[in-house]
Structure formats: C-alpha cells, structure tokens
C-alpha cells in the first residue's frame, strides 16, 4: 500500500488553533481515540459560546483525557489523580467570575474521584464537568474502571469483567445535577451544542461523552478500530432527551441512549451561600471579593 | 505591605491555640479555607467558619482531606491566601497534595495540630511524632518549611510567618502545633494591622506573551500569575519545563527538582527562627520544640539551679532544619538532650548535624502527655556528667 500524504497548504489554519497549545502538538493520543474529537467540539463550543476565554478556566485529573488541558490554550491546570473537582472547587469559590471547566476520563471522575463528583453535584457547585467515558483505564494500560461493561476484556479482568457498572447519568441526575447530557463522539454537532448550552448555564453540569479507546479497550474485545466505533455509535445510538436516566444503562454492545437527559434550575452553591448569610447576618455579611489583594 | 484591617482583630485576649492560629490566618490575609472535620484541629476552622463572612472570604467544609488539601490549591491559583488545618490521619491522606503544591510552587499553608499515632491513635491527646511526615510524607524530592509554636500567642504569630514564608518561597508550609498547645488558653496579643508586615504574592510584571510560569527569578522562586488574567498558562504535577509544560526528560527532572530544594537554601540556618538561653556557656544543651520546649523549660531552670551549665535550643524552625548552628554548638559543647514525643525524629536530625562531635541523647515519649521535667532533668544531669 503505498502511504498517504497530505499536502497542507501555505496559511490554511484549523478554526480551532488560536484555542490550542500548537507548540505542544502533536498530542500524546492514539489513532482512532475519541478525547481529540470532544476537544475539537469543546473549542467549537467556546467560540460560538463567546464567553470571554480568559476568564475560562480548564481543569484536569489524571489519564488520557487529564491531559486536555495541557493542550487548551487557557489558564489550565493539570492536577492529581481523581481530584479535579475539588481543586476546581476552590478555583470557583476564590473568584466566582471565572467559568471553571473539568475535563476528565470515568476512571478519574468516577472511580477515585467518585466521592467530589457526588459532592460538588449534591452542592450545586458551578461547574461544567466533561468526562469523556473510554470505560477503560487507557493511560495505564486498559484495565478495568467502573464503567467497564460486563464481559469485556480488559488487563484486569482477562476473563471479562462482571462488576456492575456505574450508569454515570443517573448518578449525576441523582446527586443533584442542574444538567445531564450524554452524547457519542459520532455525535459532534449535539456534542458541541451540549456544550456551549453549559457554558451558558449556571450550576453543577455533566456531560459524559462515550469515546473509543481502539489501541486498548477495542483491540482487546476484537472491536475493530476507531472508525468501527464510529458505525457501532451511529447504529446504536437513540436520541431521545429527558429520557430516565435509570433506562440509559450501557452495555458492551447493546442500545445507547443519547440525548439531554436533565435541565433543571436549581439555587448553586453561592447563591444558597450569599441567601444564608443574608438571611443570619443581615448588613454585617460580607460578601467575597472576587479575589484578594494579596 | 501591612496586614488588611479587615481580618485583624486588634487587641488583648484570651484564646487558645486553635483560635489564636484562625485569628493568625485572618490577619496574614488568609480569605479561602477548605477543611475536614478532625481532632484536635477543627476549632481552627470552626472559628474561621464564624469571622469569615463578616469579613469577606469563603470557608468549605469538604467531603474528606484529600478534597480540603486541593481546594485550598486551586483557591491560591484564583488569587487568594489560602490554608486547612488537620490531625493524624487527615495528614496522611493531604501528603499527595503536599507534594503537588511542592512541585506546582503554590503557596499555602496547612495546620497539623498533632495527636497521639499511629493510624487513629490518641485523637484527644497530643504528641510529635508527625514531624518526620511534615518533611518527607510526600513522594519524591521536594522542600517544605515547619513551624513549631509553644504558645497561643506563637500560634498567631507564626500563622502569618507561615503564610509570608509560602509566598516568598512558594513551597507549602506547615504549623507544625500539638493538641497541648491548641487547646492552652492564654492571653494572646494582637496588635494593630500597620503593625502586622505581610509578605504579598510575587505575580508577574510580564505582558503575557513574554510569561514563563516557571522561570525563576535570581533568588529560585518564579513569579505567579492569577487566573482570569489572559496569561494562558498551564500548572502540571508532571515534571515540567520553565514554560510550565510537561517534560520528562533527564535534564529538566534534574534542573526542576534541585531548584524546588535550593531555593529554600537561605532559610536552612541565618533565617531559622529559635529561641536561645545560655548557650554561651553550656555544657548540655537541651533542644526542643512545641509543647515540649515548655517542659524542657522548666528542666532547664531545675539542672541551672543544681549548678549545671544547661542551655536551650528551641526549634522555632524545624524545617528546613538549622543543621550549621547545632554543628557549630557541637564543637563546644558535651551533649545535646533531646526531649520529643515521638520515639525519636528530629533527635535523628541532631545526631545528623552534630556529627559525633558531642553526644546525643534522646527523650522519647509514645505521646499521650507531656514529659515529666524530672525525666528531662535526668537526662541533663546524666548528660553533664
């Protein structure tokens, strides 16, 4: 087979550059991985959402998708493993006129960070949550998460894994989210449209994107590569908004329900904070600076 | 710059440790505190829970230390001061963000009020046997700087040095108290903010495009920069380059982790803070620290009244720990004794500095209370011998 060349020509540009680190290109990520493809809508987001990006915040945990922000060109921050959301909390808190955005994997979110995600729902924090769902531990070689259905293979589970999983939309609707999405990355208009709508919406927001691991998770199950995740995503999907999120269980190869599962307006976290101490203080409440005069 | 009025509550009272310490945050400008609920520290943030929003800042209670410990870190990156406070176990599990505010150089301060260990231990109960951990609980190279207070008053005092030396160092510090002197009620002075000196935080003078987070100044400490600002910068645990981006080579793991223990070079022996008495002519020194110092004291007072030639030492500093000074003492003097609660840690430290040079004797104690002055003063008396 003779090999393929793309011919760039001189000052074409991807819309999405000025929004990326291009000097820390090329990425770290595999042919045929998904986390590219969320990031290439989140920047899409952005720029229809004409939020100020200097006021846009990135943070990750750890793994393959912790590695996001390392990649946005905004003030990004690459943290510990599983706790994105906390520091994002006190980032948020310290000056709420920032717009802080967690980018992270089901492994990071969901198994040791699980704890801070119920938190910062239940809190109303405002946060806009991305967790792009490989249902594998990629970084460190595929082994199992709480999101790995059961039967695949994965290097902790040879025989197939067979814990029940996490359905992360109705975790995220129960603990207490204001906005509960779950798309595909086949699916990239409603992605990005998902996306812009949160950075437009007040409170706790979770957007779980299923993304093919083709090098591990894929390779291991006989799944093929990433365009056969593609045509698997595009035939089994199902949009169908303000579905149940306790029927959008996934499975290994069964239906996945896509679609905006929740849209809620709940008080956040300041503004529950601020209504408090009104109503205990009065005029001797004083409210946070933005950020202080240190 | 002077301690902003808002936080100091300027006057004559009588506090203990733990409230003292909150009231030492406030006045260092401390307006974001994250924490867990654990004894013997919690007083610290129950009262900062209480001034806070008369005064304009945010207190969190989190889901567990590891939350509190991270909180705290993405609050100093938004622009403010910002501390928590814990016990035992809660340190334990802050040691991994101990380690990231080491490497990301993020200024903070974190409250061990220490208790009996290990694991659950003694909760009410003091001892010193987190000492070790304050300096070495994390993974891998890195510096950090320990407090030692003995007094309510200290731990006031000391809550704002805490809070000055992570600004001009950018290293996490650590108040290194003990139940005993948490919960000592003592009168505690608090003086006029103008008389209050508070280190502001270094950010860049640099128009963005010439920002390098991470190239250091001449003194080894870069200068910040604040989120919302149109910096763009990137903070990594990851072994970083001078641009804040990852890198794993050899040369940038060797020039990132050297930088992250030199720059605390100038603190190791002229700027350590301690408190002397009679060195000049002592035979035995006693060197101390926390609640112990104050036992040690009264040993002390007991081996001079007896006509032995004692003298004290008491770590204000214990990290980076005054390692020239003790040599120094060493040269001339027969033996340290070193009384700590815990089965022997910054004992070790002495032993290390004095090089043979005099004898070391520890003074060990599982924790649980203080020593008995006669047990330290055996030591003396055995020492000058």
């Given at each position: 087979m003779t090999p393929t060349t793309l011919e760039i020509p001189d000052g074409a540009q991807n819309p999405v550059e000025p929004f990326l680190?291009?000097?820390?290109?090329?990425?770290?990520w595999c042919p045929g991985c998904g986390i590219g493809t969320t990031v290439n809508c989140f920047t899409r987001a952005l720029l229809d959402s004409k939020v100020n990006l200097d006021k846009v915040a990135i943070v990750s945990g750890i793994g393959c998708t912790g590695r996001v922000a390392g990649y946005a060109r905004l003030d990004s921050f690459h943290t510990t493993h599983g706790r994105a959301i906390p520091f994002a909390t006190g980032m948020k808190l310290a000056n709420p006129e920032l717009q802080v955005v967690v980018y992270s994997g089901d492994g990071d979110l969901f198994a040791i960070g699980g704890n801070h995600f119920i938190h910062a729902a239940r809190r109303n924090m405002d946060l806009k949550v991305i967790c792009v769902n490989n249902m594998t531990y990629a970084m460190t070689g595929g082994q199992s998460s709480s999101t790995t259905p059961a039967h695949v293979i994965s290097a902790t589970a040879p025989y197939g894994a067979f814990e029940p999983t996490f359905n992360l939309v109705a975790l995220a609707e129960a603990a207490g989210a204001s906005y509960v999405a779950r798309w595909t990355t086949y699916h990239v208009k409603q992605l990005s449209r998902s996306m812009e709508e949160v950075l437009h919406k007040k409170g706790f927001c979770f957007i779980e994107v299923l993304s093919p691991c083709p090098t591990l998770y894929q390779r291991r199950n006989k799944m093929g590569d990433g365009l056969d995740a593609m045509k698997y995503y595009k035939q089994a999907s199902k949009i169908r908004n303000g579905a149940p999120t306790g029927e959008c269980t996934l499975s290994k190869s069964g239906e996945i329900v896509v679609g905006k599962f929740v849209d809620r307006d709940r008080p956040d976290y300041l503004e529950l904070l601020r209504a408090q101490m009104t109503e205990a203080l009065g005029e001797r409440y004083v409210e946070s600076e933005a950020s202080c005069s240190c | 710059m002077h301690a902003d009025p808002k936080g100091v509550l300027t006057g004559v009272h009588f506090l203990d440790g733990d409230h003292a310490c909150c009231e030492g945050t406030l006045a260092a400008g401390a307006r974001f505190a994250a924490g867990y609920p654990i004894t013997p520290s919690t007083e610290v943030v129950e009262r900062f829970a209480s001034r806070i929003p008369t005064v304009g800042g945010i207190f969190i209670q989190m889901e567990d230390e590891l939350a509190a410990s991270i909180a705290i870190q993405g609050a100093v990156w938004a622009g403010a001061k910002a501390f928590t406070v814990t016990s035992g176990p809660g340190f334990s599990l802050m040691m991994e963000h101990i380690g990231l505010a080491a490497m990301t150089e993020t200024p903070c301060v974190f409250v061990d009020v220490q208790r009996g260990g290990p694991s659950t231990g003694l909760p009410t109960l003091p001892g010193q046997a987190d000492m070790m951990q304050a300096r070495w609980g994390s993974h891998g190279d890195y510096g950090i700087i320990a407090l030692c207070p003995n007094s309510p008053q200290e731990c006031f005092d000391l809550t704002i040095q805490a809070f000055n030396l992570s600004e001009e160092f950018r290293v996490p510090v650590m108040m290194m108290m003990d139940e005993c002197v948490g919960h000592m009620t003592e009168k505690v002075v608090i003086p006029e903010p103008d008389q209050i000196e508070i280190t502001p935080r270094r950010y860049t003078k640099l128009p963005p495009e010439e920002y390098r987070p991470f190239e250091p100044r001449e003194d080894l400490v870069p200068d910040m920069a604040r989120t919302g600002?149109?910096?763009?910068f990137h903070i990594t645990?990851?072994?970083?380059d001078e641009r804040g981006y990852p890198n794993m080579s050899v040369e940038t793991q060797d020039r990132l982790v050297r930088r992250l223990l030199a720059k605390l070079n100038p603190l190791a022996n002229g700027r350590s803070l301690c408190e002397t008495e009679n060195l000049e002519d002592a035979d035995v020194v006693v060197v101390s620290y926390g609640i112990t110092s104050r036992v040690a004291q009264r040993a002390i007072q007991l081996a001079r009244s007896r006509g032995i030639r004692a003298g004290k030492f008491r770590l204000i500093t214990a990290w980076p720990f005054p390692a020239e000074r003790i040599r120094e003492l060493a040269g001339r003097v027969k033996a340290f004794v070193v009384p700590e609660l815990n089965l022997g840690q910054m004992v070790l430290e002495v032993e290390r500095a004095a090089a043979g040079q005099a004898k070391v004797i520890p003074v060990s104690h599982a924790g649980g209370t203080v020593h008995n002055p006669d047990t330290i003063l055996n030591a003396i008396v055995e020492a000058a011998r």
């Open positions: 680190r291009m000097d820390r290109m090329p990425h770290i | 600002e149109g910096y763009r645990g990851l072994t970083h």
